[in-house]
């Protein structure tokens, strides 16, 4: 059985789903190749989210918040140091930033990379899971599909996503991210931990880790619109 049969089986994706890109001129751009499994995983899914957690950057996307060929790898790669840089403790990265390529957000904020060694070989690369471009670092010795289906089954534990990421089951829900309409920068820009000391200061019952509820986050939003 493939990665892919597998997710598939656990996490049905939608009965219809955007035309396939164009791999060979997104490659050309990128001036890399990308591995085939994340290919079958545009073509079989499309845009959208899953377990309403992790979104896989697509290619032309049109936001650039989640557009593989966007602007976004290259600004996380570099924002990785510049982060590491000015912390009061830096913390040492599992791999040079250059070697990797984001290509998944969390609504956490986690961002997703590629490992891109070796870099000729790209259906071996491995996948990079960082808690808003600071430490901790995990990484899986796996492909994306295969990552998926770790995280997806339970079988894998992504310590800095929620416990109860399943407690719904393994889903699959599409977006309108291959649509002409604007998308909205995620909620990502902002570490999680600035909204957990503020929703704790305002007397918000907060764990530690998992899934901020989207009511603390609007309320964020809300007050640092108004302070704008």
């Given at each position: 059985m493939t990665a892919l049969t597998a997710l598939t089986a656990l996490c049905p994706p939608p009965p219809t789903v955007p035309p396939a890109p164009d791999w060979s001129r997104i490659e050309a751009a990128l001036g890399m190749n990308l591995p085939q499994d994340y290919k079958q995983l545009v073509a079989t899914y499309g845009p959208g989210q899953f377990c309403d957690f992790i979104t896989l950057y697509q290619p032309h996307a049109p936001s650039e918040w989640a557009d593989l060929t966007g602007p976004m790898p290259a600004r996380l790669r570099t924002q990785i140091e510049e982060v590491r840089q000015t912390a009061r403790h830096p913390?040492?990265?599992?791999?040079?930033?250059?070697?990797?390529?984001?290509?998944?957000?969390?609504?956490?904020?986690?961002?997703?990379?590629?490992?891109?060694?070796?870099?000729?070989?790209?259906?071996e690369w491995t996948v990079a899971v960082n808690e808003a471009l600071r430490a901790p670092w995990y990484?899986?010795?796996?492909?994306?599909?295969?990552?998926l289906v770790a995280t997806l089954s339970g079988t894998t534990h992504i310590p800095m996503f929620p416990k109860d990421l399943l407690e719904h089951?393994?889903?699959?829900?599409?977006?309108?991210?291959?649509?002409?309409?604007?998308?909205?920068?995620?909620?990502?820009?902002?570490?999680t931990r600035t909204i957990r000391d503020w929703a704790r200061a305002h007397g918000y019952d907060l764990p530690e880790r998992g899934r901020i509820p989207i009511e603390i986050i609007q309320a964020w939003e809300q007050e640092n619109s108004n302070n704008a």
């Open positions: 913390w040492a990265l599992p791999h040079p930033p250059e070697d990797l390529f984001a290509m998944g957000v969390t609504g956490n904020g986690d961002y997703l990379f590629w490992v891109t060694q070796p870099a000729g070989t790209p259906d990484i899986y010795d796996g492909s994306l599909t295969e990552f089951g393994a889903t699959f829900t599409p977006s309108a991210l291959h649509s002409n309409t604007p998308v909205a920068a995620p909620r990502t820009s902002v570490s």
